[in-house]
């Protein structure tokens, strides 16, 4: 068998896999701390969810008195809120974003801070053991490129860098349920004349999801209330909606079997949409469906601390608490159950420890994100994407930290990566801290 032909690059102090928001965060945050750091994505554009998953609104920024998403966090919302139709710069409810300009405003961030970025670039390998991880192997049109660095940050969303390095992980619930994955679509020619979005969101009852639900096994892909949608401009609206089901997002033949049905989910709701309000949406036009499908939940990394349902309902804070969250508890269940929520009042948030971004074990290892070491149920709040940035942005300034300490991650100053970020502006609590 031929030898495989592997290009060799060392040139980084730091290396990130994943250009969403918390990859992207993490890599200007080291970057602009002088760190040489590369960001390795596998599509051609930055902004994961937000852009290639035309998830076109912000989870709320603050708690309801106060932004408690700061530092780079508040410069994306800014910049987004800025750029989108109708959204005050200032805004940190649930904000409208736009997908082309928000995929400028991570290109701006990322380079703009001298961090090297690798499109079309999937990490396929990592060379590692007993904690330590030397490098890690790129696939692209080039070939195979071997990439070393001082310090790894996983911000796949998938934990595919830590998990190809040997770090443990969970992945779903004790039978192995997973929360469903949406494709999320666009549909332009909408008569704005009598379209009303306030009523749109599925727990209206006079949403017209009910409407089509009623109408039985007619459009058979449409089978719950799952009804969101945000208003790009006059007469063009994306839509967050529907579940697609037996979609692990770890699984390529489940993730394929998930867009094609999901490409043609978008195309039953247009039509059904057309039927049951014709007036609104008889002319509207399927102009797009998401690159990317919208994965729920995925693979947890193991870390050093465990976030959990306790924790969250404690509001509990912690000594090494890199950041807050108040985003309410979100687990989309099997067909026909109900999602499990839990909320928080005005004010109210708890702390992420630097732990949950440190694999038990790993010394030269980071994750930021969706897969930071939580329970279960705690992903179902800490998936969204004000936490992807400011757990990005811990992960990059704690990455530059351990470039002193030969990229031992567990060496630094916790107290140090916490100023930091304060100075930042990040929202940390620690003199309440509990654990």
């Not at 994306?238 to 997002?249: I, K, P, R, T, V």
């Not at 351990?402 to 990229?407: I, N, P, R, V």
Request: glycine letters at 12%; hydrophobic letters at 40%.
């Amino acid at each position: 068998m031929r030898e495989l032909d592997i290009k060799r690059n060392g040139e980084y102090d730091i290396i990130v896999a994943g250009g969403g928001p918390s990859g992207c965060a993490a890599a200007a945050a080291a970057a602009r701390r002088g760190a040489r750091v590369l960001l390795i994505e596998a599509s051609y554009a930055l902004g994961g969810m937000g852009t290639g998953g035309l998830v076109t609104c912000f989870a709320p920024f603050g708690d309801g008195e106060k932004q408690i998403y700061c530092g780079i966090a508040q410069e994306v919302s800014r910049a987004s809120n800025t750029a989108a139709y109708a959204t005050e710069p200032d805004a940190l409810g649930w904000v409208t974003s736009s997908p082309e300009d928000l995929k400028r405003i991570y290109d701006r961030l990322v380079l703009e801070s001298g961090a090297d970025v690798l499109f079309g670039s999937v990490v396929c390998g990592a060379d590692a053991e007993n904690g330590h991880v030397r490098s890690v192997l790129a696939a692209n049109k080039s070939g195979l490129t071997e990439y070393s660095a001082d310090v790894f940050i996983d911000c796949t969303g998938d934990g595919d860098l830590a998990v190809k390095a040997g770090a443990a992980f969970e992945l779903g619930g004790d039978s192995g349920e997973l929360q469903p994955a949406t494709l999320c679509f666009v549909l332009t020619g909408i008569n704005f004349e009598s379209f009303e979005p306030a009523r749109m969101n599925g727990a209206d009852p006079g949403s017209p999801i009910h409407k089509i639900l009623a109408l039985g096994d007619k459009y058979p892909l449409i089978n719950d209330a799952h009804f969101c949608i945000d208003v790009l401009w006059p007469g063009t609206v994306s839509f967050n909606a529907g579940h697609l089901y037996e979609s692990d997002g770890t699984d390529p033949a489940q993730v394929c079997r998930s867009v094609v049905r999901g490409r043609e989910l978008a195309r039953q709701f247009r039509d059904a949409l057309a039927e049951v309000e014709p007036e609104t949406f008889g002319s509207a036009y399927l102009i797009e469906t998401a690159p990317l499908l919208g994965v729920r939940e995925s693979r947890r990394i193991v870390g050093e601390y465990t976030l959990t349902l306790e924790d969250y309902l404690a509001r509990r804070s912690f000594a090494d608490e890199i950041s807050r969250n108040c985003y309410f508890i979100d687990v989309h269940g099997a067909p026909g159950s109900k999602a499990e929520t839990h909320e928080y009042g005005r004010g109210e948030s708890h702390g992420i420890p630097f732990r949950c971004l440190v694999p038990r074990g790993w010394r030269d290892l980071l994750v930021a994100g969706r897969a930071i070491s939580c329970d279960r149920i705690v992903m179902g709040s800490t998936r969204v994407m004000p936490n992807c940035l400011t757990t990005g942005e811990a992960a990059g300034v704690a990455a530059s930290l351990a470039l002193c300490h030969g990229g031992d991650v567990s060496a630094i100053d916790v107290g140090e990566l916490q100023r930091i970020l304060r100075a930042g502006g990040a929202c940390i609590c620690p003199e309440k801290a509990e654990n």
